[in-house]
């Protein structure tokens, strides 16, 4: 053997050598990392942002199969938790076959890490077409899909605090599994007046409006002074209106279950800041909170992330409703004309 190869041979062990000590030392410090780093919660559809990597979590579904003819089952009292996610190349270089690709873990409310199943995983990557980069770079601008699958207690799945943590170019990004739930807008004959619609459409203004302070500005204090102090009683007497006026019903919960998370919104940011001591809050105010984290299940979530949120709470029932009185309110004007 010459000494050329000699050397390749020697530096390829070393290589392997510091590879395994390096991934030694990354899972020792693996907990401290990802406390500091867990300031923000992420949702599906979220971009996690790093030097080389954009990576979205798009989908996070239990399965009771995995596979097509060579199928994979969990075990007795257990279900599968697919996550596909996708991730592209930002950087202005290629990312060799050995370099370190987005990874996703799943944790339950008592911080235990779920690896993904062996079984399960490989399947359902074949299941829904993924095309992750195995044997090849992966060029600057490409995006390609991944998934993984864990196996999981069907009973511990349904209580709270489940979350994935993705770990990208050493940042540790914290995905939110518990979702909140908006039932599907029934077909409802509202029969909405000329006067309904109007008060109707000056609510969702005025929502749309706190919206767009809070988009611009964010959570701010001061943002939150605006809306308590200005925005939010016109939109309770709206509120008020439209719950005196018509139909009991979904679209009317909507509304009224918009206006209540905005305020909640509010009362999180409050208490994010530490505007308010303990004894200057009042009982409406803890009844909403608690009621919220109960609901939503955010009991292991700290004040910043509830405040975030319940503002997508508050985000998904305006849109619902938006979209009923655009078709409803149409409808109305066309009957007055």
């Known amino acids: 053997m010459s000494v050329k190869t000699w050397l390749r041979y020697l530096i390829s062990i070393s290589i392997i050598i510091f590879a395994a000590i390096a991934f030694n030392c990354s899972n020792d410090q693996q907990s401290a990392q990802e406390s500091q780093e867990k300031n923000k919660i992420y949702y599906t559809g979220d971009t996690l942002k790093t030097e080389r990597f954009n990576t979205i979590i798009t989908s996070i579904k239990t399965r009771n199969q995995i596979g097509g003819i060579f199928s994979a089952s969990p075990s007795e009292g257990a279900i599968y938790v697919a996550v596909q996610y996708k991730y592209k190349n930002v950087s202005n270089n290629s990312i060799g076959m050995f370099s370190s690709t987005p990874s996703v873990y799943l ?16 399947k359902f990557a074949v299941e829904v077409g993924d095309n992750e980069k195995i044997v090849s770079d992966l060029n600057p601008g490409i995006s390609v899909n991944a998934s993984t699958v864990f196996e999981v207690s069907k009973d511990l799945y349904k209580q709270a605090g489940w979350r994935l943590s993705v770990i990208v170019d050493d940042h540790y990004f914290i995905v939110n599994v518990n979702k909140p739930v908006v039932k599907k807008q029934n077909k409802e004959n509202l029969s909405l007046s000329y006067e309904n619609c109007r008060y109707i459409k000056d609510c969702l203004n005025l929502m749309s409006s706190s919206l767009n302070d809070i988009d611009s500005s964010g959570l701010t204090p001061l943002t939150i002074n605006r809306i308590i102090n200005f925005t939010f009683p016109k939109i309770q007497e709206n509120v008020a209106i439209i719950d005196s006026s ?9 509304i009224k279950a918009a206006r209540t998370s905005l305020l909640v919104v509010c009362y999180f940011t409050v208490e994010k800041y530490g505007l308010m001591s ?60």
Do not use: H, W
């Not at 018509?246 to 909507?254: H, L, T």
């Open 107 to 122: 944790y339950d409310g008592n911080n235990n890490k779920y690896e993904a199943d062996a079984n399960a995983s490989p």
């Open 246 to 254: 018509i139909p009991d019903g979904e679209f009317k919960g909507c």
């Open 278 to 337: 303990d004894s200057e809050d009042t009982p409406e105010a803890q009844e909403l909170k608690t009621k919220f984290i109960e609901k939503y299940k955010m009991e292991n979530m700290d004040k910043s992330e509830r405040a975030d949120y319940v503002l997508r709470i508050f985000k998904t029932f305006f849109m619902t409703a938006s979209n009923v009185s655009v078709k409803e309110c149409s409808n109305s004007a066309g009957q007055n004309e």
